[in-house]
Each structure stands twice: as C-alpha cells, then as structure tokens.
C-alpha cells in the first residue's frame, strides 16, 4: 500500500510504459499511415507531441486521402493536403456532417506541392464552390485521370478548364451539374483523347447531344447513374 511505502522508505515501481510508446518513430508514423479517417488521425494526434509529429510524417507517405464524411473546413482541409506530399487520390466530397470548402479551400489546395501528381479528385456535391475555385484546382492538377464534380454549380467554365488541362482525362462524374450545356461537353470530348467515361444523370442536356457526342468518340460510355462516393468511375 501507498501509506505502508512510504513508511517504510520503499519506492513504489513507476507504471510501465506502453508497449506502443516504445515503437520507433518510423514505426509509429507507418502504423498511423493505415488509420482510414481523418477523424482517427485527428484523435491519433492529440494524444501527445510525439504523436502529433508521427502523423504529420504518416501523412507525406499516404497516397489517397479521403475526408468524405469529415466535419472539416478550408484551412484544416488545405494543411492535411499540402502535408500529404505523396497524395494521388483525393476525396473532399460533402455529405451531411462532412466537408464544407469553398473556393478559397480549393485556392489554397492548388498551392500543395501534391497537386500536380493527383490522378483522382472528387469534389461531390460542394455547394459552396463554383469555376473560380474548380479552375484553379484543376488548371494544376495537371495528370489527372478521374474526376468527380457532381451535385456542385459549375458551369462550361470549369469543364473549358478541364479540357485545356487534363488531357489524361479518363472518366469524370457531372451527375446533377445542371448549369453544364452542350458546348462545355463538347469541348471535353475533343480535347481528352483518353475520355473513357462520362456520368450525366440529372443534367438539363437533350438526348441529341450525348449522341453528338459518340459520334466524336465513339468509345466513350455516357452513364446517367449517380456515383457518389468515389471519382474513380469503373469503366465496365
């Protein structure tokens, strides 16, 4: 007992140390790397100083990221993009308790230095941005491949952008993007050769032009069954 210890001189044994604080460091930020959610990350990185710097290293080995689902705002949303610098695959899509960026979210993760290497990006149903932020994000994200800009306000604009952009293109997801005509596909099927795949449901385009747009490209697949979850559309 306590009050017997110190009776008689005896030092009580300190507590031992977690088996997980002894793990080195490089250890420790590849354990956290596996976590699936920013939220785990978040939690992982309150529990010390040590910790916090393991994920900030976890961070820079991860290749996809996904916040879908996350209560997450511009600022935290820009410094876990510009600190995953080996990042393919990003996905801030909004759900009801999820992400909610604006342009100046998209603004700021233009400047990461992973921007330029991302193949995969979805951007599903944020109301609150528009082509100014989508331009800039997608004029630097120049290898991409998948795109997912459904359920947002975009207009031709942001698509003129696409097509000068990422000619790599290979499947993009427009479902509900009312404001997108005739002329802004158009253009996206003539300047990305590698367009696989193109998801239109809920679009205020006349059966016409899609057929106007096979015969462009005769290959492509024109969808109309919204895709939410993931910019990576599975070309059957």
């Known amino acids: 007992m306590a009050g017997d210890d110190a009776r008689t001189g005896a030092v009580a044994p300190a507590e031992e140390e977690p088996h997980v604080e002894r793990l080195p460091a ?18 992982a990185g309150a529990v010390s100083r040590r910790w916090r710097r393991a994920v900030g290293r976890s961070l820079a080995t991860r290749r996809r990221l ?5 209560r997450t705002g511009d600022e935290s949303t820009a ?16 759900s009801c308790w999820g992400c909610h960026i604006t342009d100046q979210g998209l603004l700021d993760i233009s400047s990461a230095a ?5 193949t995969s990006v979805s951007l599903w149903g944020l109301a609150g941005i528009t082509d100014k932020g989508v331009v800039h994000l997608v004029s630097k994200a120049r290898s991409l491949q ?12 942001s698509l003129y952008a696409v097509a000068d952009s990422c000619t790599n293109l290979k499947s993009i997801i427009l479902w509900s993007c009312r404001h997108v005509t005739e002329a ?24 016409e032009s899609f057929a106007g ?5 005769p290959a492509l697949r024109i969808r109309s069954i919204p895709q939410i979850l993931n910019a990576d559309v599975q070309v059957a």
């Open 26 to 43: 490089d250890i420790l930020a590849h354990v956290l790397s596996l976590l699936p959610s920013f939220h785990d990350l978040s939690m």
């Open 66 to 70: 996904s916040l879908a689902g996350q």
């Open 79 to 94: 410094r876990l993009v510009r600190a995953a610098v080996n990042l393919r695959d990003l996905d801030i899509s909004r």
């Open 114 to 118: 992973c921007v330029g290497n991302l």
């Open 146 to 157: 998948h795109l997912n800009i459904g359920g947002t306000f975009i207009t031709d604009e």
């Open 184 to 207: 802004g596909l158009v253009a996206l099927v003539n300047k990305c050769p590698e367009l696989e795949c193109i998801n239109v449901g809920g679009m205020r385009v006349s059966p």
């Open 213 to 217: 747009l096979q015969s462009i490209s």
